[in-house]
DNA sequence: ACCGGGACATGGGACATCCAATATTCTGTT
DNA sequence: AACAGAATATTGGATGTCCCATGTCCCGGT
């Protein structure tokens, strides 16, 4: 190997390679100081200055617009993208779908997460609620109410609901995190064929957690939290054991 | 006959053909009964199968790599992946310290997270610990006090203790996302300029931890984590203000 | 009979070169 | 001044070609 090829990466595996590569387009990034919104070079540019051919460097490209890092607009060109971690759902869905073959450990795990997320973070989240949020979580809980009665779909306003609860916290990170188990988890009732989430009782339950956190009782919501999340671990064991 | 297919969802962006391509080749695993392990067709043949060049093939391809959805092994093929969210960490920890940069909100947030979630589950955790468990904890402690003692960097050590304080509850996605989080945070003090995870009160608290866990006191571990994570996020709130 | 090395087949990795699609911007006409 | 269309820049996508990594298998040596 005393040949010291020209070669920009040395053999490493084809994996670490593009990761590399990734890495590099990071790290070209925040060395710029490049922030949200601002554009990057055009891909000609990029793939002669990391000296890597175009389709690879498109492949590179594409992961980190998949992981939500930059975004790509056709004939106009690349962005820092704002934050953002909806792409994570994609992976994580289909994982949880495909274990929901198998004994649906990962959708469990999913919902234990959650479970833990929201009970615990419940208590600062009500701290820190003004009325107009707590009137917004309010509202939501009525069309929830609404389309129950009307016998329509309401998982896009529990994920409202749900949403709503941790608004004041003004923590992207969690709305994100939210944001990607509710899209795993909406798609869960229609895996395994069961309809859940229009249950009178899952509406009640949303009711009395509103109440618990309009008056303030950070031990009631972060309970009624825990068995509402209970309640839907132990619906998907049932269903998936069957 | 490729050539006069009228594209089904052609009008739509290019983003959106790009997921969809990635959802065919979901769907075309979930379809086929794929379990993790099994092997995929080859690029040429899934090119075709699904009527797109092999290059665009292989951004989509790289992508669910990336997701963690398949496996790719160059000369051999590719194969349904395991479960490991590890390539996400690329992109949340790239976003972090892009905000760090400039106001280091997110480091607030993440460490927020990690505080409901890390308290949230102790003492689930402490329900189904072996004793086996709790002696690598004990293990995990001793060596970040040896690690302190000899002034060295100790923030693998105590990864390593957070990682298997939460082992008993065999949550892979847990797992996954608390690397996330440390990966990130792991990152934090070399980009604020603080060097905080050596002092010896931070090893003193996780001695304390341990102990709480060993006495099964689940309120009392998880008010060390609160506190521990709290006393973190004022450090940082400090150095960020400043 | 057993072991090892090398040829071979398979299949992913990388690149160059087209052309198509599209968003922005400029320009010319009204 | 305002609008329509052309020019341009940039990404999207397809194809062909070659390279290289990995596994398999045969064949020869021991």
Redesign the interface.
Same mark, same amino acid.
Not at 62 to 69: D, E, H, R
């Given at each position: 190997m005393a040949t010291s090829r020209i070669v920009p990466q040395a053999r490493f595996?084809?994996?670490a390679r593009?990761?590399a590569l990734?890495?590099e387009i990071?790290e070209l990034?925040?060395d710029r100081?490049l922030?949200?919104g601002d554009p990057l070079p055009t891909e000609n540019e990029l793939s002669l200055a990391l000296g890597v051919g175009r389709?690879t460097l498109?492949?590179?490209l594409?992961?980190?617009?998949?992981?939500?890092?930059i975004e790509?607009r056709?004939g106009f060109g690349m962005f820092?993208a704002p934050?953002n971690?909806e792409?994570?759902a994609?992976?994580?869905s289909?994982?949880s779908?495909?274990s929901l073959?198998?004994r649906g450990v990962?959708a469990l795990?999913?919902i234990?997460?959650r479970?833990?997320?929201e009970? %615990?973070?419940i208590g %600062?989240s009500i701290d820190c609620m003004t009325a107009e949020q707590l009137a917004a979580i309010d509202e939501a809980v009525t069309l929830m109410e609404e389309l129950a009665a009307a016998g329509e779909d309401m998982i896009a306003a529990s994920a409202q609901f749900h949403r709503r609860l941790f608004e004041p916290?003004d923590?992207?990170?969690?709305m994100s995190?939210l944001d990607v188990f509710w899209s795993v988890y909406s798609k869960i009732p229609a895996e395994l064929g069961m309809d859940d989430e229009g249950l009178p009782e899952t509406v009640a339950v949303h009711r009395k957690i509103y109440a618990a956190v309009a008056s303030k009782d950070k031990t009631l919501a972060a309970e009624l939290l825990d068995t509402h999340f209970d309640g839907m671990r132990r619906r998907v064991a049932e269903v998936v054991s069957a």
């Open positions: 595996s084809a994996q593009l990761r990734q890495s990071m990034i925040l100081k922030e949200a389709n498109r492949e590179s594409k992961v980190l617009q998949a992981l939500g890092v790509i056709h820092v934050s971690l792409a994570l994609d992976g994580l289909f994982r779908r495909l073959r198998h990962e795990q999913l234990e997460v479970r833990a997320l009970s %615990g973070l %600062g916290l923590n992207e990170l969690l995190l």
